[in-house]
T-cell receptor, first 114, second 115 residues
Framework: DAGVTQSPTHLIKTRGQHVTLRCSPISGHKSVSWYQQVLGQGPQFIFQYYEKEERGRGNFPDRFSARQFPNYSSELNVNALLLGDSALYLC?????????????FGSGTQLSVL | AQTVTQSQPEMSVQEAETVTLSCTYDTSESDYYLFWYKQPPSRQMILVIRQEAYKQQNATENRFSVNFQKAAKSFSLKISDSQLGDAAMYFCAYRRGGGSYIPTFGRGTSLIVHP
């Protein structure tokens, strides 16, 4: 079975643009979460979706939004990009939305904002 | 708010020896989970070991074990018989129980394994 897949792997944008990152969970997993990992730091939680509903939101501005589709894949959208949005964006999936469940991570999308 | 502190930015170990990575956390909750994740250069975060706060017994996964001191809010990771493939960033993480999903990660410790 394929693991969590994220696309694209790398992306370069300029300030003010918007970006869409995509994530496909492991088959059968209904929960997807998104994280931002700035260089030299640990991942920071952005969103969690379970059964297409938002279940958790981290401390990020409204420029960040996400959604989950009927096939459980997910998109993370960031509008009006800032230099500080440059980071590795990780997606993780799990069978259910419970906090105890094991997370399976993708290899991330490296976003560079110039 | 919960915080997770990893005070060792970098650690090194000789192949086949043992190394311990430190982690402390701050919480007022009694129901929570603690995790250690490994992030190799491939960038994919891999779960190494998990500990439920209500369990007194320390978790073990092959060469990896933890020392969970609930009163001291300490959660260290011991890697025995270190291998070159263990070289990576290691992140300690906390997640509150009771249906909460939001995890908190530490800043990570870079582990270097010398042959």
């Amino acid at each position: 079975d394929a693991g969590v897949t994220q696309s694209p792997t790398h992306l370069i944008k300029t300030r003010g643009q918007h970006v869409t990152l995509r994530c496909s969970p492991i088959s059968g997993h209904k929960s997807v979460s998104w994280y931002q990992q700035v260089l030299g730091q640990g991942p920071q939680f952005i969103f969690q979706y379970y059964e297409k509903e938002e279940r958790g939101r981290g401390n990020f501005p409204d420029r960040f939004s996400a959604r989950q589709f009927p096939n459980y894949s997910s998109e993370l959208n960031v509008n009006a990009l800032l230099l500080g949005d440059s980071a590795l964006y990780l997606c993780a999936s799990s069978l259910e939305g419970q906090g105890s469940r094991k997370l399976f991570f993708g290899s991330g999308t490296q976003l560079s904002v110039l | 708010a919960q915080t997770v502190t990893q005070s060792q930015p970098e650690m090194s170990v000789q192949e086949a020896e043992t190394v311990t990575l430190s982690c402390t956390y701050d919480t007022s909750e009694s129901d929570y989970y603690l995790f250690w994740y490994k992030q190799p250069p491939s960038r994919q975060m891999i779960l190494v070991i998990r500990q439920e706060a209500y369990k007194q017994q320390n978790a073990t996964e092959n060469r990896f074990s933890v020392n969970f001191q609930k009163a001291a809010k300490s959660f260290s990771l011991k890697i025995s018989d270190s291998q070159l493939g263990d070289a990576a960033m290691y992140f300690c993480a906390y997640r509150r129980g009771g249906g909460s999903y939001i995890p908190t990660f530490g800043r990570g410790t870079s582990l270097i394994v010398h042959p």
